[in-house]
């Protein structure tokens, strides 16, 4: 594998594949090049779409659904696009989900890389701040229609609060107060977070917040999933709070779904 | 015309291992060590500077000598393991793989570099069940040895070793601590207080990632 270099290439994951496998590394222009501007090619490629956060008293809650598509068809019903990236830290992505994977991989990596070799974890802001390098590099991907947008939730341990980062397709970085939604059903999901978002939250009062924008979205978005009871399929959602990232188990999911659906009925 | 002087090739290799390995004994020892629900990793270490480091999910690292050295050799480690595990699969990081590429890496400083490395390092690898367990340790020289239950580098590694080898027995976390920290303190004349040691495991119980460090507070509660 890696050959030991003498010369330090530093505690970067990302440069030090950058450096020694360009070959694999995102967004290489040539890669993008290669792509041609074909719409009916970019289509065969599965894109996951809705995606929050929001905070609550304790931290921060995540959530994604699960549906992926290719162009007017679903390609998956049970994509995972919730990802602990470490103890206090997860991302949900939207985009073409093959460099959004495999971007959440790298960055993954990343975060134990630097951990392992400084013996220190990274600030909140420093893993922000590297997530959006990361996404910078995956420019020219993103000019021939594969984007990579993610959003970036954690705990700050040194501040005490949950924190939320959105991103834009150039690596903007812009921090979120209070909540926050993208994707296809971004902006339905966005409606149903403004309407109900509180500060003060209980995490389950935020998670179920959390579904029921996913639920809206899914109601006006022909590309995002909504709960399915049929076939046991549920958003996924985590909460992240001094105590470490927590996934909210499908059976707690599927009782807020049942409630909240009840309610509906009768209202 | 001045002539070459000739030293032979066995005087020199002769040479380089004696500065090495006095060196290498100048220094503190570190042990890895087997308990029940996996491997201990403890060294007589004063400084805040880390002896002891995790690689990767199951393998660990420490070394003996010169910090610079295998400060410099443990960062490789962990380049060599995360860039495998990320183009491959997390399985696929394996300590042998590490510490034959350790060995090569040791073994061609030390014959084509004026300066051998002055440094003895241990490759340990926690397994599903004791016998899958892996503990390597890597000579200045590049030779490799594949241990059972224990091994010790650095300082007066073989005096330790031989006290290990009539003393050493399977026990819990508890009991294997305090025969390391019995050894280390017969083998010095030193005298050693509590909280001068450093230590980590590997604990298979863990999920994921399987290193973990002993603080001076969670050490002081298994010396009791």
């Given at each position: 594998?890696?050959?030991?270099?003498?010369?330090d290439?530093?505690?970067?994951?990302?440069?030090?594949?950058?450096s020694?496998?360009?070959r694999?590394?995102?967004?290489?222009?040539?890669?993008?090049?290669?792509?041609?501007?074909?719409?009916?090619?970019?289509?065969?490629?599965?894109?996951?779409?809705?995606i929050l956060a929001?905070?609550?008293?304790?931290?921060?809650?995540?959530c994604?659904?699960?549906?992926?598509t290719?162009g007017?068809?679903?390609?998956?019903?049970?994509?995972?696009k919730?990802?602990?990236?470490?103890?206090t830290?997860?991302i949900?992505?939207?985009?073409?989900?093959?460099?959004?994977?495999?971007?959440?991989?790298?960055?993954?990596?990343?975060?134990e890389?630097?951990?392992?070799?400084?013996g220190?974890?990274?600030?909140?802001?420093?893993k922000?701040?590297?997530?959006?390098q990361?996404?910078?590099?995956?420019?020219?991907?993103?000019?021939?229609?594969?984007?990579?947008?993610?959003?970036?939730?954690?705990?700050?341990?040194k501040?005490?609060?949950?924190?939320?980062?959105?991103?834009d397709?150039?690596?903007?970085?812009?921090e979120?107060?209070?909540?926050?939604?993208?994707?296809?059903?971004?902006?339905?999901?966005?409606?149903?977070?403004?309407?109900?978002?509180?500060?003060d939250?209980?995490?389950?009062?935020a998670?179920?917040?959390?579904?029921e924008?996913?639920?809206?979205?899914?109601?006006?978005?022909?590309?995002?999933?909504?709960?399915?009871?049929?076939?046991?399929?549920?958003?996924?959602?985590?909460?992240?709070?001094?105590?470490?990232?927590?996934?909210?188990?499908?059976e707690a999911?599927?009782?807020?779904?049942?409630?909240?659906?009840?309610?509906?009925?009768?209202? | 015309?001045?002539?070459?002087y000739?030293v032979?090739?066995?005087?020199?290799?002769?040479?380089?291992?004696?500065?090495?390995?006095k060196g290498?004994?100048?220094?503190?020892s570190?042990?890895?060590?087997?308990?029940?629900?996996?491997?201990?990793?403890?060294a007589?270490?004063?400084?805040t500077?880390?002896?002891?480091?995790?690689?990767?999910?199951?393998?660990?690292?420490?070394?003996?000598?010169?910090?610079?050295?295998?400060e410099?050799?443990?960062?490789?480690?962990?380049?060599?393991?995360?860039?495998?595990?990320?183009?491959?699969?997390?399985e696929?990081?394996?300590?042998?793989?590490?510490?034959?590429?350790?060995?090569?890496?040791?073994?061609?400083?030390?014959?084509?570099?004026?300066?051998?490395?002055e440094?003895?390092?241990?490759?340990?690898?926690?397994g599903?069940?004791?016998?899958?367990?892996?503990?390597?340790?890597?000579?200045?020289?590049?030779?490799?040895?594949?241990?059972?239950?224990?091994?010790?580098?650095?300082?007066?590694?073989?005096?330790?070793?031989?006290?290990?080898?009539?003393?050493?027995?399977?026990s819990?976390?508890?009991g294997?601590?305090?025969?390391?920290?019995?050894?280390?303190?017969?083998?010095d004349?030193?005298?050693?207080?509590?909280?001068?040691?450093?230590?980590?495991?590997?604990?298979?119980?863990q999920?994921?990632?399987q290193?973990?460090?002993l603080?001076?507070?969670?050490?002081?509660?298994?010396?009791k």
């Open positions: 594998m890696s050959p030991f270099q003498l010369n290439p530093g505690s970067s994951f990302h440069d030090l594949l950058q020694q496998y360009p694999l590394f995102l967004g290489r222009s040539d890669t993008a090049h290669a792509l041609t501007d074909n719409a009916q090619l970019l289509q065969s490629v599965p894109h996951g779409t809705t929001l905070r609550y008293r304790d931290g921060v809650v995540i994604g659904d699960r549906r992926a290719e007017y068809t679903i390609s998956e019903r049970r994509i995972e919730v990802y602990k990236t470490d103890e830290s997860a949900a992505i939207s985009g073409a989900a093959g460099p959004c994977i495999e971007m959440t991989r790298l960055f993954q990596v990343e975060l890389h630097y951990e392992k070799l400084e220190t974890l990274l600030s909140m802001e420093g922000a701040n590297k997530l959006s990361m996404i910078k590099t995956n420019l020219p991907m993103a000019m021939q229609g594969l984007v990579v947008i993610p959003i970036y939730a954690g705990y700050d341990l501040r005490k609060i949950g924190r939320i980062f959105k991103y397709v150039a690596g903007g970085r812009y979120e107060r209070d909540y926050y939604a993208t994707g296809s059903g971004g902006r339905d999901a966005k409606a149903t977070l403004k309407r109900l978002f509180k500060t939250l209980s995490g389950e009062g998670t179920r917040i959390a579904l924008a996913i639920y809206d979205a899914a109601e006006a978005d022909v590309a995002t999933g909504g709960p399915d009871m049929l076939r046991g399929i549920f958003p996924n959602v985590k909460r992240i709070s001094e105590q470490g990232v927590e996934d909210v188990p499908d999911v599927k009782t807020v779904y049942e409630t909240m659906i009840a309610e509906l009925g009768r209202g | 015309m001045s002539m070459p000739y032979s090739p066995e005087q020199m290799m002769q040479d380089k291992a004696e500065y090495a390995r290498i004994s100048r220094g503190r570190t042990i890895a060590m087997e308990y029940e629900a996996g491997i201990l990793l403890f007589d270490n004063a400084s500077l880390y002896k002891i480091s995790e690689i990767y999910d199951r393998i660990a690292f420490a070394g003996a000598g010169k910090y610079s050295e295998f410099h050799l443990r960062k490789a480690g962990i380049r060599h393991a995360d860039m495998t595990g990320y183009v491959y699969s997390r696929d990081v394996t300590a042998r793989s590490l510490a034959n590429a350790y060995s090569q890496t040791i073994g061609s400083v030390f014959s084509q570099e004026v300066k051998p490395l440094i003895e390092i241990l490759v340990v690898e926690v599903e069940r004791r016998e899958e367990n892996g503990i390597y340790r890597i000579q200045f020289d590049g030779s490799i040895h594949d241990e059972r239950s224990f091994a010790v580098v650095g300082g007066n590694s073989e005096a330790l070793n031989e006290a290990l080898k009539t003393r050493y027995a399977l819990p976390l508890k294997a601590l305090q025969l390391c920290r019995e050894v280390l303190a017969e083998g004349d030193r005298k050693n207080g509590r909280g001068t040691f450093e230590a980590a495991v590997l604990d298979r119980t999920k994921g990632r290193f973990r460090r603080d001076a507070a969670t050490l002081e509660t298994y010396f």
